[in-house]
DNA sequence: GCTTGACGCGGACACGTGTCCGCGGTCGCG
DNA sequence: CGCGACCGCGGACACGTGTCCGCGTCAAGC
């Protein structure tokens, strides 16, 4: 073995140095081509993109940013993966952005970690970072605080009522309202709250919705729910539904409508109600939130609310890209998306 | 609030050497800091952490890498994010990645845009390259020959039969016997495939697999099976089943057994068959696979196949950082994972 | 007050790439 | 044959960081 060249008889290419001497040219012919400069043979610029294609020797991406080329990554911080609406919306996302040639770089963002997933996002630079889902108000605040101090463009999904935060949302009050709204119209009065107690942060929240439909029809918030989610640690899925139906079923005066917070939790409650004997939407009405697929193979199907998931994207995609080269604005831009109600079989006139 | 210090008007922190200035050191004594070096007093080493803390500087990661330093970077090429196993293994992958200083670099892989994603993954110098899902094997097997040709290493999750590829993989066709295993135990001796047409590419294969656990009792497969598959473009997802379901029943015998590729379409079956005033398992058995968790919502609860995800991800991931640093070798990683039959209610004993 | 050691400083180089610039070789055209 | 245009060459510098090294400073111990 000759101690001229580091065991490498093939020579491994690691760098344009390298691949230019392969293909027999000067490492800034190379890089002209590379970079689409003119004043180049074509015969020269197809040579170079052959050895290319044959070698599969690719530039050092960091080198290349380090001079001031764009990283074209953007940080995608996840709530989880296992939120299929959050998935859906993350891909989505990736696959325009993708279209657009950036590169998505995604982290889940537990609570307490975020400082760490920012800075690493900040160390390599992304040219900005989104957040799908929900997370700590404080943390996701001081993250964002610390991004805008940065210069580094963020945008919220999915999350409404953070200070300073680029918003975009689903509207997630006028969900809930029309939900409210198709009930109501059925004569319903008394209602089961699955999952919905969390404390409005804006107006546009869940609850705000529930509230508001019932004002509207000057009916009493107190008086026409219930919610017994305090009986079990907060879930999101089918069991946790199941639960909080089973706690419903034992009260003296049942509900006549089960609005749940999720599809999961709604089809929990109906394997629940079902089990029990009652039929749905016959003896109890029930309604989902989401609109998956799920949706269409319960028996019955489920009511529930579609939330326009590739209109959010969209809307996301275009104001990340239309302002990404640009200074940050003082001005947080904020953008609610108008949900659909789905109306399935799940719901029926109240039984008196 | 407090301007206290009066250095810090309009200076944007963009390097060490800025961040030193700031601080009132050296850059190189920031470095020596940041890296962990001897020879510093607490005391200085305790001011730089804090304004790290303050200013929130992130030194920059490519000049970094370009220094020599890892990436600490694994790309992960994704069939697509819809599918609910897929992301249930990236979840926990990106997890265990994430615990040991791991950044995930997540693309999905559209036929035909290989070349490209993997380019990128090179570009950054990503440790290693992480394949989940089923891919076009031909495009695969250039992807992955091309990775070792760069001395990057890999790891296929998920898809068998690859030549020169590491793989981990689910035993599939070990769980399809033993569903079939469980019907022809229960009496069934005509089967209807829903979505299973694919021709084995290894001895892995569900068809290989069913094939199997009929020869084993000396039954004949073309005997005992049918597959519509042909009749519908190639999904997924419930409506498929629900489609092929549908002109099963329309047959004039009806199979006692119908074998699904996955829970959607089995659940989509589901729905087809109580439709048509079928009951399950009396009239009809019925079968899914992956266990997802909606498979205990349904009525009745189905007869499934675990996949072990939590071993699948935990042996990949042990194998990856195991190898990291390392050269590669020749002799390719192969491992199965062994699937677990879970009997739900909606199989019984085939009616005569 | 002197010695000594601990510690921070700042210059230097390297990593791989983009880009500028002056030089020289080659080819086409008259 | 001669001239100019074209085009590739190779040196140089910069980007931000890690690391080495010699030097200056300061305080503690005698």
Redesign the interface.
Known sequence: MSSSRPSTPSS?IRSTADFARHVGLARTTVSRVLNGQPGLKPKTIERVQRALAE??F??????M??KGKR?SMIGICME???T?PG??K??AL??VL?ARGF??????FPPGAGREVI??F????VEAVVFIGHFVQEEVEARIA?LT???TLHLVIDQFGLRGANTVSLDRAAGMAAVMGHLLDLGHRSFALLGQSKAPVSRYDRLTGIRAALESRGLDFDACTRSLDHLHERRN??QYGWDLAKRFLALPARPTAFVGYND?IA??A??CL?DAGLRVPRDVSLTGFNHQ??C??T?PTLTTVDQNIETTVTTAADWILAHLGQPLRPKPFVRTIEPRLVVGRSTGPAKV
Chains 1, 2 share one sequence.
């Not at 590169?103 to 889940?108: G, P, Y």
């Not at 900040?122 to 630079?125: A, E, F, K, Y």
């Open positions: 491994v070698t599969g690719a530039p050092n991406a960091h080198a940013h380090l990283t989880d993966l296992a299929p998935v859906r993350l891909a990736q696959r993708r590169a998505s770089l995604i982290e889940v800075r690493h900040l160390s390599l630079r610390e101090a940065q210069g899925d089918f999961e089809i929990g109906l394997r079902q697929d799920i269409l193979m028996e």
